[in-house]
């Protein structure tokens, strides 16, 4: 497998952070959904044991409520036929027939239970209660006769009441004692007992029932709570891995890449699929500008019409050499303007263009050749020494350049060169040394040209 088509195979693996963050909110929004509903779960098993407690608190207080005001109703009757004061005898119809707490505890049981064992204990013992009222009746008018009232001042309840003809009979001390008999007697204690038994019966059932639904209210909220603290973990470690993916595929490659871009250096493709497509771009884009820059750059140090150096390449040049271990070479063509008025500018410049392919194959790949302007050209030689050898070296160079140019098969008119040269010293300006190389050139015009003459 070539290196291009594994390459394009591990791009294509890249994790993509839009299908990532797609998955993960997806994720967040499933365990977030679910812990809404964990969490409305939880408040309504939470509500339910509240409710199963108040209601037990209300529901108890109301089976009690019953057989407090049949207990009230036998204290106020027993009074009634013990002492004759008609106060307790009001007491009782007050408790029987306005504050009515029997009535009302039964109705309060049947609302929310009507159908259950507590509902029906409690009606039994309502029945019994009732029994004891008539008998109560019975008690309360032989009280009212033993005493002389008058009975068209009492309640319809006990005018209402026949006497057995045998009580009838009775006198009102034996009436008195025959009414105290019937409230005390092992009937009226037995009926006492039902109402209490059928009751305690209920508020029994009541508790086990309220016992049931909050153990069971229980378990479904410790589940619940179980679950809110799964979603949670799970909700923790999906936020976790968001910010380590996140961290390792984004943050952390774009925090490399920062520095990279200060430095102006292409980017490392690597990371989430949408981070690799940015640097790819990026580089295309750096590589672009590379190029465009080292267009410009080449075009504004080198001349168009030979290639070589220009003048701004050659002041550039200037800082890289050392001007102690340096020569300059200034060159000039030998009456190139009667070449251009006899030729014209084309052969011209085709004559400069050959001159510079002539001086680049004649000097080193570190040595700087330039064309200033016009026929004028330079060569800034690198670590060369004033000697006698290096003279003659460069001497050569002019001979060979000169029988060249003079032999021509390029369709150029034969030409010759002169050359100034002038060795750097310690402490020497390149303005001094392009100097002394134009007062060497000028000895060579002045001497018959085709020639190479050094400063000093």
Known sequence: MSKTVEKKQKEKRGVSVRILNYVMCVVTLVVVVLMLFATGATSKRYSDVRNHTLNYIKWQSAAEQLKEGSDYLTEEVRAFTVTGDRTHLDNYFEEAMITRRRDNALQTIKENLEG????????????????????????????????????????????????????????????????????????????????????????????????????????????????????????????????????????????????????????????????????????????????????????????????????????????????????????????????NDTYGHV???????????????????????????????????????????????IAAKAKTINKSLAESSNGTPPITISIGVAFGKKNMEITDLKSNADIALYSVKNNGKKSCAFYG
């Open 116 to 339: 259950t064992d507590t509902h029906r204990w409690l009606e039994e013992a309502m029945r019994y209660s009732m029994l004891l009222m008539e008998r109560e009746y019975y008690a309360m008018r032989l009280t009212i006769e033993s005493h002389g009232y008058d009975i068209s001042e009492f309640p319809e309840q006990v005018r209402n009441v026949e006497l057995d003809p045998k009580d009838a009979a009775l006198s009102k001390e034996e009436m008195a004692e025959r009414a105290n008999e019937i409230v005390f007697d092992t009937i009226y204690h037995g009926y006492k007992e039902k109402i209490s038994g059928e009751t305690q019966r209920s508020i029994s059932a009541l508790a086990d029932s309220t016992r049931y639904n909050i153990a069971s209210s229980l378990d479904g909220l410790s589940n619940l709570l179980v679950v809110q603290h799964i979603l949670m973990i799970g909700l923790a470690v999906v936020t976790i891995t968001i910010i380590v993916l996140t961290s390792i595929h984004i943050i952390s490659p774009l925090v490399r890449a920062i520095p990279r871009i200060k430095e102006e250096k292409p980017l490392p493709v690597r990371g989430a699929y949408e981070y690799k497509y940015l640097a790819k771009t990026y580089n295309k884009m750096f590589e672009a500008n590379a190029l465009k820059k080292e267009i410009l750059t080449y075009e504004a140090t080198h001349d168009v019409l030979t290639g070589i150096l220009n003048r701004n390449g050659f002041e550039k040049a200037e800082k890289y050499i050392n001007i102690e271990r340096s020569a300059l070479l200034l060159i000039d063509i030998d009456d190139f303007k009667h070449i």
């Open 347 to 393: 052969v011209g410049d085709k004559v400069l263009i050959e001159l510079a392919e002539e001086l680049k194959m004649a000097f080193r790949s570190n040595d700087y050749v330039c064309r200033l302007g016009g026929d004028e050209f330079v060569v800034l030689m690198n670590d060369v020494d004033d000697s006698p050898e290096r003279r003659s070296a």
